[in-house]
């Protein structure tokens, strides 16, 4: 007996690649938008780092940026996508750590770095095999 392509043995990895995917992408997406807009001398940029207790400089926004694109191509690179992952981690654990400290609100800033996180690991771990192979999930 042969399986087809649109028996369930074939569906689930399928799905899971795909979801995977457009997790990914979505991250990748965000970290393209939030590092380009900081390679532009903007001032709403330069605001918004002192509002969070920065200086507030151009150069500081364009370093800012250059390392979210380069963790994004990281991250979207599949060879190099667990180092990625690992560096925006510590990307976003920075940026929360710096909301938490200027008592910004909770679920809408504070947590946006643990969503991002987490929508970055789980499109991960569902596109990669070798995450999936280091880090089993067993339900027993």
């Given at each position: 007996m042969s399986l087809s392509i649109t028996e369930p043995a074939f569906a689930e990895?399928?799905?899971?690649?795909?979801?995977g995917r457009v997790l990914s992408g979505v991250v990748v997406a965000f970290l393209l938008f939030d590092g380009g807009i900081k390679l532009a001398p903007l001032q709403?940029?330069?605001?918004t780092l002192q509002q969070l207790g920065y200086s507030g400089s151009n150069e500081l926004a364009?370093?800012?940026g250059v390392m979210t694109l380069?963790?994004?191509?990281?991250?979207?690179?599949?060879?190099?996508s667990i180092l990625g992952a690992v560096l925006l981690?510590?990307?976003?654990?920075g940026a929360m750590a710096t909301h938490l400290r200027v008592g910004s609100p909770l679920?809408?800033?504070?947590?946006?770095?643990?969503?991002?996180?987490?929508?970055?690991?789980?499109?991960?771990?569902l596109r990669d095999p070798?995450?999936?192979?280091?880090i089993p999930l067993r339900s027993a």
């Amino acid at each position: 007996m042969s399986l087809s392509i649109t028996e369930p043995a074939f569906a689930e990895p399928r799905a899971k690649l795909w979801t995977g995917r457009v997790l990914s992408g979505v991250v990748v997406a965000f970290l393209l938008f939030d590092g380009g807009i900081k390679l532009a001398p903007l001032q709403v940029v330069n605001d918004t780092l002192q509002q969070l207790g920065y200086s507030g400089s151009n150069e500081l926004a364009r370093g800012l940026g250059v390392m979210t694109l380069i963790i994004a191509l990281l991250y979207a690179y599949p060879r190099t996508s667990i180092l990625g992952a690992v560096l925006l981690t510590g990307l976003l654990g920075g940026a929360m750590a710096t909301h938490l400290r200027v008592g910004s609100p909770l679920f809408s800033h504070l947590f946006f770095g643990l969503y991002l996180g987490l929508m970055a690991w789980g499109g991960l771990y569902l596109r990669d095999p070798r995450l999936r192979a280091l880090i089993p999930l067993r339900s027993a």
